[in-house]
């Protein structure tokens, strides 16, 4: 059952109404989007050292040739036995995003602290097309994602 | 949450979600950007689309809310 009905007239005024707040909070979302852009660069010290399909390599290995590199830390921990649920929804939305992201000079991939093979067999049986790296053995990279768990 | 994931709430706990964005300048790398919980929402596009149903994401009637995503494979007859 309807909470309200209306006749057709009447529903564009509201819808209209509506839009005017859609389109400012899609012009707030472009203005956060540059503050964004405008923080500063933190020189990444430590040398994060990273189990890939094609070997062992470096934080600039996983660039592949691009200038930017976006990382999502997916739970999928030495303890699991398969990976998290929830993170395995976003990938459903992460991993069709790689083509476009490459046309824009940037490289998508996951890193979790489980071993590389168990992370393949998951990907496979998922069906995902996107990087997967372990980090089994370097201090996570998540901590520095778990310290802005504040800030959202 | 942690039984899905064939481990224990000790287990799954060790782990936690999180989008990281870094820059390639001269050989340095460089850390510009971090987030995590709701700030991953831009990469669960199923959320979107359900904001913009009357039901919307209708986790509240879900008495295993808000846990009611499945792996894309484990859903029953829906």
């Known amino acids: ?152 | 949450m942690a039984k899905r994931s064939g481990t224990d709430v000790k287990g799954y706990v060790t782990e936690g979600p999180g989008l990281s964005v870094y820059a390639l300048s001269d050989g340095t790398v460089y850390r510009t950007y971090v987030t995590t919980a709701r700030g991953l929402e831009p990469a669960m596009a199923y959320y979107g689309l359900l904001d913009r149903t009357a039901k919307g994401r209708d986790e509240a009637s879900d008495p295993d809310r808000p846990f009611w995503l499945r792996r894309h494979d484990e859903y029953e007859a829906l």
């Open chain 1, 1 to 152: 059952m309807p909470d309200r009905t209306a006749t057709e007239a009447e529903w564009k005024t509201e819808r209209d109404a509506l839009l005017k707040e859609e389109k400012e909070l899609t012009r707030r979302g472009d203005e956060l989007a540059e503050r964004r852009r405008a923080l500063p660069w933190v020189a990444v010290e430590k040398d994060y050292e990273f189990e890939t399909a094609d070997g062992t390599k470096t934080l600039a290995d996983l660039f592949d040739g691009r200038s930017q590199l976006m990382i999502y830390h997916f739970m999928f921990g030495p303890p699991y036995e398969a990976g998290c649920t929830v993170c395995s929804s976003i990938t459903d939305t992460l991993a069709p995003q790689v083509p476009h992201l490459k046309a824009r000079d940037t490289t998508l991939l996951l890193a979790s602290r489980a071993p590389l093979d168990r992370l393949l067999a998951y990907r496979e049986r998922m069906g995902w097309e996107i990087g997967w790296v372990s980090i089994a053995t370097t201090t996570s990279i998540a901590s520095s994602a778990s310290s802005a768990a504040t800030m959202t």
